[in-house]
């Protein structure tokens, strides 16, 4: 596999649920980060990780739990959500340079609707 | 606050002509400048990246920036139905490697 594999695609889960979104990129990228996607919105920032540490909390509610084991491999915990969570979550990666002139290259992302 | 700011548009032109977006931001130690396109349903993918005041081309793509100005713009040539799309801008701090996006621009080019 290349680039950035989000999973799953899809998810359906109901406000008491517990769930993971996983991440994974194969590009050697050493930051990575959580969008969050709603209709009609500009995406925003959740969290940024540069070599596996929290680097960014967009002021995001604790319900939303992110997990980086290591440079390669994302996670967003997610327990009692809101049908207003959902949206599309996507994954980016980049490469930490010097300069911040490194693009983010996304995933496919995961379509979260909460009932 | 580092926000970034977008025409959400629809912008609409015929095939064949100009199509200029065009993308303000707040914070002056911004240091890169993304263009995005994404597709309904899809994922945003990079088309133009820019650091230097001035123009760069890339293809029917060029980007201008105007770090002056806080001003970056998108000109797309001889637009053709596919690049029918949601335009996003982007811009990105150097300390966190933190990078936010517009709204976006959603562009119809009409056969």
């Known amino acids: 596999e290349t680039g950035v594999t989000q999973t799953p695609r899809h998810l359906v889960m109901g406000m008491t649920n517990k769930k993971s979104l996983k991440c994974e990129q194969h590009l050697g990228h050493n930051a990575m980060y959580w969008y969050k996607q709603s209709a009609k919105k500009p995406l925003e920032l959740m969290f940024v990780y540069n070599f596996k540490e929290q680097t960014e909390n967009n002021s995001v509610p604790s319900r939303f739990s992110p997990e980086c084991p290591n440079s390669s491999h994302l996670f967003l915990h997610l327990h009692t959500l809101q049908p207003e969570d959902s949206a599309l979550y996507l994954c980016a990666s980049s490469q930490i340079a010097a300069r911040a002139d490194t693009e983010a290259f996304f995933g496919q992302g995961t379509r979260l609707t909460v009932v | 606050q580092k926000e970034v700011e977008q025409n959400s548009g629809p912008l609409s032109v015929p095939e064949g002509a100009i199509a200029s977006l065009n993308c303000t931001y707040s914070?002056?130690?911004?240091?890169?400048f993304f263009w995005y396109r994404q597709y309904s349903g899809k994922s945003p993918e990079l088309i133009m990246s820019?650091?230097?005041?001035g123009d760069k081309e890339d293809g029917r793509f060029t980007a201008q920036l105007n770090k002056a100005s806080q001003y970056v713009s998108l000109l797309i040539r001889d637009s053709q139905p596919s690049d029918s799309a949601t335009y996003l801008c982007?811009?990105?701090?150097?300390?966190?490697?933190?990078?936010?996006f517009g709204a976006g621009t959603r562009l119809t080019v009409k056969p």
């Open positions: 820019i650091y230097s005041n």
């Open positions: 982007a811009v990105k701090w150097g300390g966190n490697n933190d990078m936010r």
């Open positions: 914070d002056r130690g911004s240091q890169s």
